[in-house]
């Protein structure tokens, strides 16, 4: 399963790239807001980051453009920026005929603000790269999060279709368990996120006893 780091923060990006070799990027205009910087310019920072590499980038659109030939212009704009920019439309009618548009011209898309099987099948339908069902708003809803990814990836396997499947909004390490038991291709979530679910309590309590072991015994 590949991990994502959901985030436009450039200082964030550099420690997971480093420390636990993340397979790509997700960014959104909060997170881009969060950055403290014009989109433009901390779009241009990460590409460099990952240059390269196959890592890919999802750098959204304008939420304001809803159109079709608006939307299209802005994804050409942004893919042509970095070969691993992949373009966030969000889960819209207008934006099925663009992912089409976009798929024969080679340009990925990630389709986001997914929140239903359906919005999933028809992005698929598409032509997308990426769908994003968002579980973590769909969970603080009361909503069951475990049969909405399994829906979405047994519609992905019983029509072969090539989308991969990003589970995204992920709060917590069950999340992403979950998400990996039931065969998503990818997680995207925070830096704290993961940094939470790589530690156990048991593992600090671990270390110190055997420490106190290692240090009662003679090395040679
Ligand atoms: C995914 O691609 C989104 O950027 C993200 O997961 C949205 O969730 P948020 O509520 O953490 O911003």
């Not at 708003?137 to 909503?143: F, I």
Request: glycine share 4%; aromatic share 10%.
């Amino acid at each position: 399963m590949k991990f994502f780091l959901d985030s436009a923060k450039v200082d964030e990006i550099e420690y997971a790239l480093e420390a636990f070799d993340i397979d790509g990027i997700t960014t959104n205009p909060r997170h881009v807001q969060d950055s403290g910087k014009p989109f433009m310019t901390v779009i241009k920072e990460i590409a460099r980051m990952v240059e390269g590499t196959n890592k890919t980038v999802s750098v959204e659109v304008n939420p304001h453009f809803t159109a079709f030939e608006d939307m299209l212009n802005e994804a050409e704009k942004l893919a042509a920026l970095s070969p691993n920019f992949v373009i966030k439309l969000q889960c819209v009618e207008p934006s099925f005929k663009t992912i089409a548009e976009l798929a024969k011209k080679g340009i990925r898309v990630n389709c986001t603000l997914v929140f239903s099987a359906m919005q999933a099948l028809q992005a698929m339908r598409s032509g997308a790269y990426y769908v994003s069902p968002f579980i973590g708003w769909k969970e603080a809803n009361g909503e069951e999060i475990q049969s909405f990814i399994e829906d979405i990836v047994m519609i992905r396997d019983n029509y072969n279709f090539q989308t991969q499947i990003i589970v995204a909004a992920v709060r917590n390490a069950r999340q992403i368990v979950d998400a990996a038991m039931i065969g998503a291709d990818i997680v995207t979530a925070g830096l704290a996120v993961y940094q939470d679910g790589f530690q156990h309590p048991y593992t600090h309590d671990g270390i110190q006893k055997f420490a106190k072991f290692w240090d009662q015994t003679p090395y040679e």
